[in-house]
Each structure stands twice: as structure tokens, then as C-alpha cells.
């Protein structure tokens, strides 16, 4: 887990005046894992009008997330946003290494907890994705996503060293990315009403004779209740395809986005389908904002969900598996929407193991 603690040297209230001025905010990053030890690092977001009108044009940020352990472990990460005029152009970046390890748990919808397996992952991956305006909040575009990675476990009866993982030794990729988006929503971050839907596909180009394809699905709905209420939805649909497709392409559940409550990466194979709904609250949502400290930028959620993994000709509803949870969000940045989200999820509990249940401290909305 991470605590993240954000510091600005002055706080400026939400009102029409603060909305079209840049901010950069600067957090210290403290935490503890059993698999790193102590950590701590450093962040900074910036957030940015291209166009200073913000009703037309939605915000740009730029963020960055910086960490070390006890264990000589780093990660180092920064993603962007950027939105051109009118919306005409929206260019998202990312990029990230990591030297961290990860348990492993094999490939399937029914793995178990007894094979758990510490891997040592050495990963750098960076991805970039232009989309252009169609027509009205239709977006079509094209990416590019490399990639380099390497894997070690110390235990060499563990199942990462004696099982068949099609990729283990590693090495570059490189994909080519094409799809198109609808985005209707009022805003990028802590939407509260609107609609989006992304489908995006990935071909490799062979290098280190990897030849495989990825295709995503992200469909999302949120509806506003009141101002100080919504309720959001999302269905996710992700594989991977081609008999030479490294195991770590293959899509997960787990993490702080989808599947709160499972391990990241705890189950994996050929197919992830995933569907989740939030209700958000803001009980103190109708103040005025008066700071850092006004009770306006904190809201509650709670979420409930259900999602597996599967193989080729393999899928059965019975395998769906079943999370919720809650938590509460400190809106940080009202310009961009920012928030530092806690959130505690719980899974399901397979025979003769405890339940999954997982704690995150992260940024933004889950969806």
C-alpha cells in the first residue's frame, strides 16, 4: 500500500476566477509492503488550460509518481493528459519503470493462493495515443506502445521457474495501436454525469517474434442524482490473442480499478470481463469551497462488482467473481478534479484460503 500526503505552498479557493489558472502541486509519497519494506518517494501534478475558456476546452494535467524502497526498488512514472482547443485533440501519454517485485500466481480463473510466487520485475513501458475530434464528442485515433521487460523468481521450484509461461525470458515489444472513443462527460476526472466508450486494438510487430493482438473495451455511464450525488457504471472487455503472446499482455483483474479487493494480476489469462457501479456523495458538495480545508472537497463512495478471467471456448458465468467495498475521496485539485482516493475492497474467499480483500490509496476515481 502507499500513503500519499499532498503539500502546496498556498491553497486558492474553486471559485470562476481560480478556474482557468495553472496549478502545480507538489506530494511527498510514503508507504509499507511485505514485498518492498519501507517506501517513499515524491509526486507532482500540474494542471493546465491550453484554451483558458474552461467551457471550451476541458483541462490538461501532467503527473508524476516517484518511488524508492529499503530494497534498492524504484518505479518511476509520469502521465499526461492534454486536450487542444475545442477538444479538437486529445493526446495521452504514459510512461513508467519499474524494478519491483510482484507475486505470481500462474495463468487461469482458478488459481491458488498456495502457489503464490515472488518475481522480480524489471519493466519500462511507454505509450502514447493521439485522438481527433470526428464530430461532436466522437474521437478516432492512432497509438504506440514499447515496452522492455525482464523476470526473475529466487525460488526455483516455484511455479514461475518450472511452469510453461509462454514469454518468461522477457525482452522488447512494440505495438501499434488504432480505435476511436465516444466522451460526452462533463469532466475527465470525477465525472458526475455523461457517457464514454473507448475501443481501442493493439497488433504487435513481431519483434523477439512476439506476434500477438490486444483489444480493449471501456464502456462507462454516470448519471447525477443531485449536486451533491451520482452513481456511475462500468463494463470492461479485454484480450489478448496470438499463440506467441508473452503472459504478462495477457489481461488481469485486481488492483485499485478494476476488481477492488483482488491482488493485481491475481487471476490472468486470454479474456478479462469485468462490470462495476459506484455511488458517489459529497454530503457538503453545495458549500463554497474555502480551501484545502473545506469539508466541500470530501466525498464517500461505495462500489460493488462482479468479473473474471477465461481461455479461449472456455467462458461459464459460473465463474464470475464477486467484490464491493467503500471508501472516501479528498478532492485535492478542483480545477483538474484531482482526488486522493481511499478505498478498502473485498473479493471472494476460495476453499481453504482467506478472503481477498485489498487496501488502496490512489489517485483519481477507480472509473
Not at 61 to 85: C, D, E, G, L, R
Not at 165 to 171: D, N, T
Not at 250 to 273: A, C, K, N, S
Request: net charge neutral.
Amino acid at each position: 500500500m502507499q500513503f500519499l500526503f499532498i503539500i502546496s505552498a498556498k491553497a486558492q479557493k474553486a471559485d470562476s476566477s481560480f478556474r482557468t489558472k495553472n496549478q502545480f502541486v507538489p506530494y511527498p509519497v510514503v508507504g509499507n509492503a511485505p514485498e518492498t519494506g519501507f517506501q517513499f518517494g515524491f509526486g507532482a501534478i500540474y494542471t493546465f488550460f491550453i484554451n483558458h475558456d474552461p467551457r471550451e476546452t476541458r483541462n490538461s494535467f501532467i503527473y508524476s509518481f516517484n518511488m524508492w524502497t529499503v530494497k534498492n526498488q524504484a518505479q518511476y512514472a509520469v502521465q499526461s493528459s492534454i486536450w487542444t482547443p475545442k477538444n479538437i485533440w486529445n493526446i495521452t501519454v504514459n510512461g513508467i519503470y519499474t524494478d519491483y517485485p510482484i507475486f505470481f500466481y500462474g495463468v487461469g480463473n482458478d488459481t491458488r493462493q498456495s502457489d503464490e510466487d515472488l518475481i522480480t520485475s524489471k519493466r519500462f513501458k511507454f505509450q502514447v495515443i493521439g485522438k481527433h475530434k470526428i464530430i461532436k464528442d466522437l474521437y478516432a485515433g492512432l497509438g504506440l506502445w514499447v515496452q522492455n521487460d525482464s523476470f526473475t523468481a529466487d525460488d526455483p521450484a516455484g511455479i514461475f521457474n518450472t511452469g510453461d509461461y509462454y514469454g518468461k525470458q522477457g525482452g522488447n515489444s512494440m505495438l501499434i495501436g488504432y480505435g476511436g472513443a465516444f466522451d460526452n462527460r462533463d469532466y475527465e476526472n470525477s465525472t458526475t454525469t455523461g457517457s464514454y466508450l473507448s475501443m481501442l486494438g493493439w497488433t504487435s510487430l513481431g519483434i523477439n517474434d512476439y506476434k500477438f493482438s490486444v483489444f480493449n473495451l471501456d464502456a462507462r455511464h454516470f448519471f447525477k442524482i443531485d449536486p451533491t450525488m451520482c452513481v456511475g457504471a462500468q463494463f470492461a472487455y479485454q484480450t489478448a490473442q496470438g499463440s506467441s503472446a508473452p503472459f504478462y499482455y495477457l489481461p488481469f483483474i485486481g488492483g485499485d480499478q478494476i476488481m477492488r479487493g483482488y491482488y493485481v494480476g491475481r487471476y490472468r489469462d486470454q479474456h478479462m470481463l469485468a462490470a462495476q457501479s459506484e455511488f458517489r456523495y459529497r454530503p457538503w458538495g453545495k458549500q463554497e469551497d474555502h480551501g484545502w480545508f473545506s469539508l466541500s472537497r470530501l466525498s464517500f463512495a461505495g462500489f460493488v462488482g462482479t468479473g473474471m478471467v477465461f481461455s479461449n471456448q472456455n467462458f461459464s458465468f459460473n465463474d464470475l467473481k464477486p467484490n464491493y467495498g467503500g471508501g472516501f475521496r479528498y478532492m485535492f485539485e478542483p480545477v483538474a478534479r484531482m482526488t486522493l482516493r481511499f478505498d478498502y475492497g473485498v473479493g471472494n474467499q476460495n476453499p481453504g484460503e482467506k478472503r481477498s480483500t485489498g487496501f488502496y490509496i490512489s489517485l483519481n476515481e477507480a472509473f
